[in-house]
């Protein structure tokens, strides 16, 4: 299949989930339903920055809605903090950037409008260092810092959405792998290729460029990008009957890889980090949680057997905890010695299998003396109000919670916590507050304000708390009007 094709059809996703919106929105729920503008309107050569920043908003929630993204306190934060890295290192960007991690073996990332970077867990677990995954995270980053697909946009003002809803079928079979939606939308696309095709290889090698500089500003090592290019290749010659997705989307061209050595060989003896135990952990992190867990208990015994190491044990101890040995968790975490870096994520894991082990005492013990040393850390506090949740003490963990009002998380669940709390904290007003969030972090719109009314109508709200609701009330209110 034409590489362009491909390129232009993830293009496409990007529009199709806003129209995917306006479609079930318009049919399930007029009452409350959110209408975007037609971004494909020929009187407008480009999406206007707030404008693309408002579409990125609306998208990060659909991504929530329909991909299996992760929830994971620690996984988010890692991925955050090395996509705020590579941000920081000069980025002229006016866009509130997502990054988030899907659960999905395959080897994929994309970008979206308005800051959204997602990477596919399988592209992780492929890297074999920091700086190969920092590599596909500053090309993606690049991507929307550059503007490509508002840019593509101003180059095909004939896409309008009518065009779009008719492609929704099309374009939805041809990522779940239908072979009919494929040809179909073979079809349907031919009319942009000859426009595209030439545009994309150009995105492709701005991305590149601009990626580059990013990792070289992060102090992350350029060779990460060539070697993660070489890494895929030889994927595709292991099974040459199945293309790794990130090469159906992003083509990869011998000029494009001989390009990135060029670059990297400019910076050849400079002292650059390649690897970090962050990365090692995350990545270790990952297998555990999207694994089986009785296989990953097996395959990881017989690992330990021959050669034990701090993070076969670590990844051994989530796949028990998953699977409620906290006991047995706990006893691999004993055989770890931890170094300074090592310290965060294995006491985490201790405070789990103590919480799974009902020790819910001593996980508060081990996660109070965390919050000390890590103060309005999203992952001590979710793991904390956790415990405090299973011993009865919902207030506090409330409190706990309440912490991270002012720290965007974007994570739902943490609003799930929430509403947890508040209500065995008899604020039942809280708790529907926080059911709100996280529908409205999930595109569903209409359940969002009816929460939003349920919890204006209870009994006991505080004035604070009723003009606060009252006022979320009206800002989604306008939010509608403004999209009709």
Known sequence: MNPANHRLRICLLSIIFLVNNIFSVTHSEEEYGIILPDIGDPASALLSINQEIELGKILVAQVNQRLPVSEDPELRSYLQSLGTRLISGGLNSDFPFYFRLIFDPRINAFAMPGGIVAVNSGLLLLSQSES???????????????????????????????????????????????????????????????????????????????????????????????????????????????????????????????????????FKGSRYIENTIHFQYAKARTIGISSDPNQLISHYQKILEEEPSNLSYYTYSIGLNRIGRGKQALGALDKVTPNNNERFPIAIARAQALIVDRQIDKAIKTLNELDVLYPQNETVIYYLATALLEDKQPKQALNKLDELANAITGNPSIERLIARAADGAGQPWRSHEALSNYDLMHARFGTAMEHLLIAARQTGIDPHSKARIEAKKNRLREFQKKHK
């Open 132 to 266: 190969e995954l920092a590599s596909v995270v500053a090309h993606e980053i690049s991507h929307v810092s550059q503007r490509h697909i508002a840019r593509r946009f101003s180059r095909q003002q004939k896409l309008s959405v009518i065009n779009t809803i008719a492609l929704l079928g099309t374009v939805l079979a041809t990522i779940y792998g239908d072979e009919a939606g494929q040809a179909a939308g073979t079809a349907t696309l031919g009319t942009f290729q000859d426009a595209s095709q030439a545009y994309s290889r150009a995105f492709e090698q701005e991305a590149d460029r601009i990626g580059m500089a990013l990792l070289i500003n992060a102090n992350l090592d350029p060779f990460g990008m060539p070697r993660f290019f070489e890494r895929l290749n030889a994927q595709s010659q292991i099974n040459q009957s199945k293309v790794p997705e990130f090469l159906r989307s992003h083509p990869l061209t011998t000029s494009r890889v001989s390009d990135s050595i060029a670059r990297a060989e400019q």
